[in-house]
Every structure is written in structure tokens, then in C-alpha cells.
């Protein structure tokens, strides 16, 4: 029987321990294995870390302890595993007073917070899930905050990927974006979920190195801004990413280096299809949440991809029938007067209902007249953004489901990076960016045969009862297909619901379920968003009811994503994974 000596547990005696090799004992809220080793004794947590098989039936031969499930193997006296796919199992103080072995169930712990940030780096270096997200969790029980993990995952990802800044980091940006709204149990699963894409979009990737800042007298930003700018347009990586660091060194504001890399994002036109802006977007985005102290490594790793995208002018749909590359720089180089003559009405345009039904109209001529009017007529630039972004959104909603199912992606691009050109626009607008208006409004254009015929947005109905809608919307999307359902009870909870914005973390949770992707997060993070920009105009919910469209067409899936995460939660929680097996 185990017995509580001043807080010591009694594993028997000598003689009795070595007879038996091994015993089990209980107390502190553990399950010890005790063990006789040589002439010493060991003891360590009896539950596998991997999936808590009973050590205390694992084998030991030369002070190594074998785990018989998947044979994890662990040094005895200390625990440390050989294995990384398993991890560290928790180890004992063992001491042997008057014959009697005595184990201490609560010797001092590790600090949490440095122990599964170090565990975390190891889970990411050799993309195992399970550690990922024991780490997770375990950081999620800790004092830290959501930034611990999202700095590591950042920095690991910024560094191990030789390619730079990808989709799993901007999945893991749109995490943090949407995490305070999510349910509690959501928050650690989703970050789970966007630090394994980063692991896995990472493994096997050369590293990242960046280079120095150049040892130049030079501070002037306009002049950095025309080397950079330069550096992009011959698609040289290595120039670009030195002047960019040297801006970051030497600490030029972070608006300035905002214009500078934005003002290189759109010298061509929407380059690799929105994604350029978007990424640099989230880059920024990203640098909110982990600190500008990070700036260097993050904003680095965007240079490859900006260098090296494809250019829409390449495009033969942005060339006929309809030359809409000539069209647009057309309206460029007209843009810095049309701005300069609009100067003194900025902040006073108040037509802005019928922009966004102009956009999804098919006359890129007349959209890019209505833009230039709507300057003319005093719009801002987060205005235009704005319209621009909120016409996406439509396009979207209206989505006809006849369309090929791959269509989807198309105006989610689309929405995407219309949604990152209004929030860039919002944080540092400058007469660069605006430029891109013009493209993401043709890139809208393009999309116009995906509305027709144009699907109806639902309207509210009546009823005010709104406390299970959350609860059927989880179920339609439950269900193949119920993009219309789905559609629907947003609407009526958004428009007959005390608290509309409590709707957000069942959509979520409905991503989380299943086995979403990179542009998954992306829609909620962006429709929250564009939903937040609106509210409380009516309007504001199309964009949830886009989000919610585009989710139910993709669910459910197998959820099998979430298989190892569950696994972590169980054995966190201490229940017996292996008896119920
Ligand atoms: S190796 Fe022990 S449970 Fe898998």
C-alpha cells in the first residue's frame, strides 16, 4: 500500500522493489512508475507522453525504458526521450530512507512557459503535431499569452523557409486577428492549427538567411524607396532585401517603410493575383500582435515572393478581349492630378451606395469612371478601399453554386485581396497603393460571369427567435452543401439577435471542426473584418453570409486535422487514452 510520508510517497521496500523490478504507485495527482535500476531506483510518469500507454508494462534494458505501443524509448533516470515523436516523460526524486524507497510526487516544475516554448521550436523543427500541440496547450495553461506561441511560430516560420513569407503565416496571422473571439477551448486549437501549417510548409526547406543592412551614410526614405522599387521591378531578391533591412536598422518610421513596400507590391499591376498585397498585409498585421522588434525577420521574408511574382500584364485575360492592363495604367498616370485637384473636397463624397454595384457591373470602363468620379466627388482612400472590398464581398455572396465547385477560389482571391487592399489602405494609405484600387475593381470585373446567374442574398425573415441559430447553423454545415441554409440563418440571427456579433465564434468553430485550410482563415478573418468595418449598417452581414456561403460549400471534410489535437487535450486532461483504445 502506498503510504504519504511528509509529502514522500512510499514505493516499498527495498528487497520488495528489486524482487518485483517495478511497481505503480499514486499521489500528488500522478500515476508513478516505480523502478529498480542496477542498484538505484527510478520513477517516471507512468502514462506514455506519446499517447499514455502504462510504462510500468514497457521494458528496460540497459537504463533505456521501452514503451511497448509505438516503442518510444526514454532514459530511465532521467526521462529524456530518444524519440522525439513521443516527448520527455515527467520524472521522480527518488530516495531511500531506512530501507524504504520514497518518492516525492511534487518536486519544483520546470517554468511552464520555457519549457513548452522550447518544446514548441523542437515540435515545429521536426513537424510532429503531437508535440505542436501538447506545446500549445501547455503554453495555453501557462502565464503566457497567445503572442508566446505566435512569435515562435513566426520566427520559426520567417526563418526555416528559404521560399519566405508563404500561406501558413498568413494563416497564422488571421489566427491571432480573429483569436479573441473565439471560445476559450478555440483559442489553443486554433493556434494549433495554424502553427502545424507553418511546421509543415516549412519542413524540408532550406533556411532563410537574411542579409546584412548596408553600411551606408544614407537615411533619406525616398531614396531607399526608389532603390527598392527598383531592385523589385528586375526581380533582384538580394538588392531589394538589403535596402529593406537597412530602412529597418536604421529605424526609419514605420510608416515610411509601409509606403516603401507597398508602393513596390503595386508598381505592377496585381501581381500574383492580390496575393502580393495580401501577404504584405498580413506581414504587417502579424508585426501588430509579435512587436516591431521583429520587423527585420518578418518583413525580409516577403521580398522573394514580391520579386519574383507573376506580373497581371503577362495574362491574356488581362489583355483581351478587353485590354484592361492599357485601361488601368491609364488611370494611373492619371491619379496623382485627379488626387491633387480632389485635395480640397477629400473626406465630403457621399454618393457611396452605388460604387459597389458599379464594380460588379460589366463595363470596366464605366468602373474605372465611377472610381475616378468618386475622387473627384471627395472619397478617400480607406473609402475607396472600403467599396472595393465591400463589392468583393458581394461577388461572393452571389456566388451561383452551378459555377465550377474550383470557382469558389477564384472570388475568394479575389475577396481576399480586396480585403487586404482596404486594410492597407486604412493603416498607411498613400498614392501608390491607391493605384491598386483600379486592379483589385478589374479583377472583380473578371469574376462577372461567377454571378450569373447571380445566387439571391437572403433577407431576414420575421422572427425574432434567434438562441438556436447558432446551434443549426453547426448542424447544416454538418450536412454537404447547405450553402443556402447556411446563408440564411446568418442573416436572421445577424438581423434579429440582441448581440449579432455573437455569431462570429460559432462560424468559427465551424471552421475549426474540420480540416480547413489557408483559405478558410483567411474568409473569417477577412469577413470579420469587413463585418466590423460596416456594422451597423444592414449591409455589414454580407459579408458573414459570403463567409458562411463559402464554408458550407467545403463542409464537412474528413476532420482529421484535429485527431492528434484531441489526442494532446485527453492526455493533458490525464484521461487513460490506451484503456479506452
Ligand atoms: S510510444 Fe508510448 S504510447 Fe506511443
Redesign the pocket.
Known amino acids: 500500500m502506498t503510504e504519504d510520508t511528509n509529502g514522500l510517497l512510499s514505493a516499498g521496500t527495498v528487497d520488495e522493489l528489486r524482487e518485483r523490478g517495478c511497481t505503480v504507485i499514486t499521489g500528488g495527482g500522478h500515476t508513478i512508475a516505480v523502478f529498480a535500476k542496477d542498484e538505484t531506483f527510478a520513477a517516471v510518469d507512468n502514462r ?1 507522453p ?4 502504462p510504462l510500468d508494462r514497457g521494458t528496460v534494458k540497459n537504463g533505456i525504458l521501452t ?6 524509448r526514454f532514459d530511465l533516470a532521467s526521462g529524456g526521450t530518444f ?1 522525439p515523436f ?1 516527448d520527455d516523460v515527467r520524472s521522480f526524486p527518488v530516495t531511500v530512507i531506512d530501507n524504504t524507497v520514497y518518492v516525492d510526487p511534487n518536486p519544483p516544475e520546470r517554468d511552464p512557459v520555457e519549457r513548452w516554448s522550447k518544446r514548441l521550436n523542437e515540435g515545429m523543427e521536426d513537424n510532429i503535431r503531437l508535440v505542436i500541440a501538447k506545446s500549445v496547450l501547455g503554453l495555453n495553461s501557462s502565464p503566457a499569452d497567445y503572442r508566446t506561441p505566435l512569435t515562435i511560430g513566426a520566427i520559426f516560420g520567417t526563418t526555416y523557409s528559404n521560399d519566405g513569407w508563404g500561406p501558413a503565416l498568413s494563416m497564422l496571422t488571421s489566427t491571432a486577428n480573429f483569436l479573441h473571439l473565439l471560445q476559450p477551448d478555440d483559442r489553443p486549437l486554433a493556434l494549433y492549427q495554424g502553427l502545424r501549417q507553418v511546421a509543415t510548409e516549412c519542413a524540408g526547406q532550406p533556411p532563410r538567411f537574411i542579409v546584412e543592412p548596408l553600411p551606408t551614410g544614407e537615411t533619406r526614405p525616398e531614396v531607399f524607396k526608389q532603390w527598392f522599387r527598383d531592385f523589385i521591378e528586375v526581380r533582384d531578391t538580394d538588392g531589394a532585401e538589403r535596402v529593406l533591412r537597412t530602412t529597418i536598422d536604421l529605424d526609419l518610421p514605420q510608416r515610411e517603410i509601409h509606403d516603401i513596400i507597398f508602393a513596390a507590391a503595386t508598381d505592377r499591376i496585381y501581381i500574383d493575383a492580390g496575393h502580393v498585397v495580401d501577404f504584405c498585409n498580413k506581414a504587417f498585421e502579424l508585426l501588430d500582435h509579435i512587436g516591431w522588434e521583429h520587423a527585420a525577420q518578418v518583413l525580409t521574408s516577403l521580398v522573394r515572393g514580391m520579386a519574383t511574382a507573376r506580373r497581371s500584364e503577362e495574362l491574356n485575360s488581362w489583355r483581351n478581349p478587353i485590354d484592361l492592363v492599357s485601361l488601368v495604367w491609364e488611370a494611373r498616370n492619371a491619379l496623382p492630378k485627379l488626387w491633387e485637384q480632389s485635395a480640397s473636397v477629400r473626406g465630403t463624397w457621399t454618393d457611396h451606395d452605388n460604387l459597389p454595384e458599379t464594380i460588379l457591373g460589366d463595363d470596366p470602363y464605366i468602373t474605372i469612371a465611377s472610381i475616378n468620379e468618386a475622387i473627384r466627388n471627395g472619397a478617400t482612400a480607406e473609402q475607396l478601399g472600403g467599396k472595393v472590398a465591400y463589392a468583393a464581398f458581394l461577388r461572393m455572396a452571389r456566388f451561383h453554386t452551378s459555377n465550377e465547385f474550383g470557382d469558389w477560389d477564384t472570388v475568394h482571391n479575389t475577396l481576399t485581396a480586396a480585403n487586404a487592399l482596404h486594410q492597407a489602405l486604412d493603416r498607411a494609405p498613400s498614392i501608390e497603393l491607391l493605384r491598386a484600387v483600379y486592379d483589385t475593381a478589374m479583377s472583380i470585373y473578371l469574376d462577372r460571369f461567377l454571378n450569373m446567374p447571380p445566387q439571391r442574398i437572403p433577407g431576414p425573415s420575421s422572427n425574432g427567435t434567434t438562441d438556436s441559430l447558432p446551434r443549426e447553423l453547426l448542424n447544416a454545415m454538418n450536412s454537404q452543401q447547405q450553402v443556402e441554409q447556411s446563408a440564411k440563418l446568418v442573416t436572421d440571427f445577424v438581423a434579429n439577435a440582441s448581440e449579432p456579433d455573437d455569431i462570429m465564434p460559432t462560424l468559427a468553430h465551424a471552421m475549426l471542426r474540420e480540416d480547413s485550410s489557408f483559405h478558410h482563415f483567411q474568409i473569417v478573418d477577412a469577413a470579420i473584418k469587413q463585418y466590423q468595418h460596416r456594422k451597423p449598417n444592414p449591409s455589414a452581414r454580407h459579408s458573414l453570409v459570403a463567409m458562411a456561403r463559402f464554408l458550407a460549400a467545403h463542409y464537412p471534410t474528413p476532420r482529421s486535422v484535429n485527431q492528434t489535437y484531441n489526442i494532446a487535450v485527453r492526455l493533458q486532461r490525464g484521461d487513460e487514452i ?1 484503456s479506452e483504445a
Do not use: E, L, Q, V
Open positions: 506514455c506519446h499517447m499514455g500507454f514503451c511497448h505501443w509505438h516503442h518510444a524519440d513521443a490506451f
